[in-house]
T-cell receptor, first 113, second 111 residues
């Protein structure tokens, strides 16, 4: 069975600093996709970043980047220059060819002014 | 915005009553999903659909049924609601790059 583990229930960071959220997963699949989603207090789920397992290059989206370690089954999210609007719940997710997505339990991030 | 709406947005009901939640999409996507979100569990898949009248179970399907008679609509039914089904329910579609696009969610309270 595939699993996604986020070991940090809560984190905080000072505005303008950098923070890294951890995610590990377990799968026997070779082709899959990894995602980070953000859920602000509005409750809307928003895609932050996406990584294909066959790509060695780490994905980046503006201030958001990932460190994808396929052998270690690790997929961490780095947020640079943190902003107050980054305060949210962050979910790591895994999708294989079955089109079913498995989510981690989430990390609640607080950005402090 | 992937054109996904959910109705109702909030509902309070009593134990034992049937409840139907509706998800509507305007993007003609083939894959649609129902999740529930509970503290400490993230999002868990209830059921999903891969086409009209084609559905399958997720990891927490007990007590739920679904139907998809049109591409744009995916219904989730709680035949006899229980307090353990109090949750926030999200509908989602699968995009071209396997990402999920979510509706705004439905908060259901079963008293």
């Amino acid at each position: 069975a595939q699993t996604v583990t986020q070991s940090q229930p809560e984190m905080s960071v000072q505005e303008a600093e950098t923070v890294t959220l951890s995610c590990t997963y377990d799968t026997s699949e070779n082709n899959y996709y990894l995602f980070w989603y953000k859920q602000p207090p509005s409750r809307q789920m928003i895609l932050v970043i996406r990584q294909e397992a066959y790509k060695q290059q780490n994905a980046t989206e503006n201030r958001f980047s990932v460190n994808f370690q396929k052998a270690a089954k690790s997929f961490s999210l780095k947020i640079s220059d943190s902003q107050l609007g980054d305060t949210a719940m962050y979910f790591c997710a895994f999708t294989a060819v079955s089109f079913k997505t498995i989510f981690g339990a989430g990390t609640r991030l607080f950005v402090k002014a | 915005d992937a054109g996904i709406t959910q109705s109702p947005r909030h509902k309070v009901t009593e134990t034992g009553t049937p409840v139907t939640l509706r998800c509507h999409q305007t993007e003609n996507h083939r894959y649609m999903y129902w999740y529930r979100q509970d503290p400490g569990h993230g999002l868990r898949l209830i059921h999903y659909s891969y086409g009209v009248k084609d559905t399958d179970k997720g990891e927490v399907s007990d007590g739920y049924s679904v139907s998809r008679s049109k591409t744009e609509d995916f219904l989730l039914t709680l035949e006899s609601a229980t307090s353990s089904q109090t949750s926030v329910y999200f509908c989602a579609i699968s995009g071209r790059n396997n990402e999920q696009f979510f509706g705004p969610g439905t908060r259901l309270t079963v008293l």
